[in-house]
Every structure is written in structure tokens, then in C-alpha cells.
């Protein structure tokens, strides 16, 4: 007789077991489901709401973290190089350029805070280096998920698809999309 007893209790105990195993995790399912929604509402929110920086201010030579203000966006460290292109006459120039696609396509260094780069055509970097590279920043642009789509001036206004991101925001969307990145600005 105390066997069938001995039964009955480890078989209460398993189905105990295994409502109290079912009940955690719906639990952890539905409060997934509500940081998912918050994230995606916050970068709903920076396009709606926020105001990144917008033309010319989105190149800086000046590290964005430095700043003394409250932002925090997203900025993509970009190397300045000493280039050469030819110019309509048939004469080269020299100029500051960066490149954001491996050195196929170049932009010059604006001469003066306030002006926005410039794509400029046949260039290429020079072969006397010395001093070179510097460092530059330009605003990095993001898709719902948090992922890079582009970077300023391949990219110079923000869209429902691509949007600028401070950093809160983006650790909410895409924690392992925040590497790589300079927050301030």
C-alpha cells in the first residue's frame, strides 16, 4: 500500500514541476515582446522627434565625444588622407579627402567649418603621406533594426528607412551595432 502511495506523490511532483516550468516561460515570452515594441518605437521616436545634426554639421575634424553638449549620436571615425586629382584645365590639385567605400570614391575636406564635403571625380591618395592619416567624423545613419545603412554625405537627410540614432537608442535596438562607433556630437 505504500508503494501505490509513493506513486501518486512523485506524480503530483512532476506535474507540479512541470506547470511551474510552463508558467516562467510564457512569462519571459511576453516581456520580450514588450522591449522588442519599445525599441522599435524609439527609433520611430528619433525620427519623428529628434533633431540630429543636419547639413554641414554632420562632418566633424573635431572628436564628437569631446563635445560639451547633452547628444549622443552615432558618428563613424572616417581617415583623412593627402589626394591628387586632375583638375579641367589638365593640372592636378592637391587636397584633404576622405573615402567611405574602400578608396573608389572621394570627397574633400571642407576648407571651413560650415561647408559640406565635396565629391571629387578621378581622385586618388598621394604617395608622401607624412602626417597623414588625420581623423574625421561623419554621421552614421541606421535602419529599424539598428543596423548601418550609410554614412554622411553618401547619405545627407533622414528618412523613415535611415535615421541617425544617439546611443541609448541604438543599444535598445541593436546592442552589437554600438562597436565601432564615437557617441556625442
Known amino acids: 500500500m505504500d508503494a501505490t502511495r509513493n506513486d501518486e506523490t ?106 559640406e564635403p565635396t565629391k571629387v571625380d578621378g581622385a586618388s591618395k598621394i604617395s608622401d603621406q607624412s602626417g597623414y592619416p588625420r581623423s574625421a567624423w561623419v554621421l552614421a545613419y541606421f535602419d529599424e533594426s539598428g543596423n548601418l545603412v550609410g554614412r554622411y554625405p553618401d547619405i545627407s537627410a533622414r528618412t523613415s528607412q535611415r535615421v541617425p540614432l544617439e546611443g541609448s537608442c541604438l543599444a535598445s535596438v541593436n546592442p552589437n551595432a554600438t562597436t565601432g562607433f564615437t557617441f556625442g556630437g
Open 10 to 115: 512523485v506524480e503530483r511532483r512532476r506535474r507540479v514541476l512541470k506547470g511551474a516550468v510552463g508558467a516562467s516561460t510564457v512569462l519571459t515570452l511576453g516581456y520580450g515582446g514588450n522591449v522588442a515594441a519599445a525599441s522599435l518605437g524609439c527609433v520611430n521616436k528619433a525620427y519623428l522627434e529628434s533633431t540630429p545634426p543636419g547639413g554641414a554639421s554632420q562632418f566633424l575634424t573635431t572628436d564628437p565625444g569631446t563635445t560639451t553638449t547633452d547628444a549622443n549620436w552615432a558618428w563613424s571615425k572616417v581617415e583623412v588622407w593627402r589626394c591628387s586629382a586632375p583638375t579641367s584645365t589638365g593640372a592636378t590639385t592637391e587636397f584633404d579627402g576622405f573615402s567611405l567605400d574602400g578608396n573608389s570614391t572621394w570627397y574633400a575636406v571642407p576648407a571651413a567649418v560650415g561647408l
